[in-house]
């Protein structure tokens, strides 16, 4: 995975784009047809309720260049639903993923230094039967990487990794802007992002 600092010829790097939306059906899909469209591939996706009720947010991670990745919040913000995106790079979010792996419990049992090893990555058991034991751990991407390297000569028998999870570090939450937008007099526009025009604002909310 690359980090926030390495900034490839191209000028793409990782941002993570987050969405306030409306819960309403067909906005996921509305949402990745503007990439689609775009062809450009959504490394992951993960969406869940906000701290607002009944507002959902989208995280989404891509690898793109920042001018590409304004215009997309641009357009994903003129979605009727989208009440607000913001783009940030590693650098302006805390963020972590979430990684199970099942490997046989015999491997465990026999060889200590394989759970020693699960343990030094921090992982736990979730789940332990007599034929396999499922191990759970969070971190960054390369974390999860590394301790699919070490359980494979060791029996690994799946892998699954979720979508990215990340908060906003310089952030005052969404509720102070939704309380702005309540106080816009009638036929103010409050569709189009003010801040992806500014560019010290760019990353903050």
């Known amino acids: 995975m690359s980090n926030s600092n390495d900034i490839e010829i191209n000028g793409k790097q990782e941002f993570t784009i987050t969405a306030y939306t409306e819960n309403r059906i067909g906005i996921l899909n509305r949402i990745a047809i503007i990439f689609s469209r775009r062809k450009i591939n959504i490394e992951s996706l993960n969406t869940s309720p906000s701290e607002i009720e009944h507002i959902h947010r989208f995280n989404i991670l891509i690898h793109e260049t920042e001018e590409v990745v304004r215009k997309l919040a641009r357009q994903i913000e003129k979605q009727v639903e989208v009440l607000k995106v913001y783009y940030n790079t590693n650098e302006d ?74 908060i906003i570090k310089d952030s005052e939450g969404f509720n102070r802007k939704l309380r702005e937008f309540e106080r816009r007099e009638p036929g103010e526009d409050v569709i189009e992002n003010e801040f992806l025009d500014q560019e010290k604002n760019v990353f903050s909310m």
């Open 93 to 166: 979010i805390i963020w972590q993923e979430m990684a199970l792996y099942k490997v046989p419990t015999d491997t465990i049992a026999e060889k200590v230094s394989v759970e020693r090893l699960l343990r030094e990555n921090g992982a736990r058991a979730v789940v332990i039967r007599k034929d396999y034991t499922v191990f759970e751990t969070t971190g960054h991407r390369e974390e999860t990487d590394k301790l699919i390297e070490v359980l494979q000569p060791h029996g690994l028998i799946e892998f699954v990794r979720s979508a990215r999870v990340a």
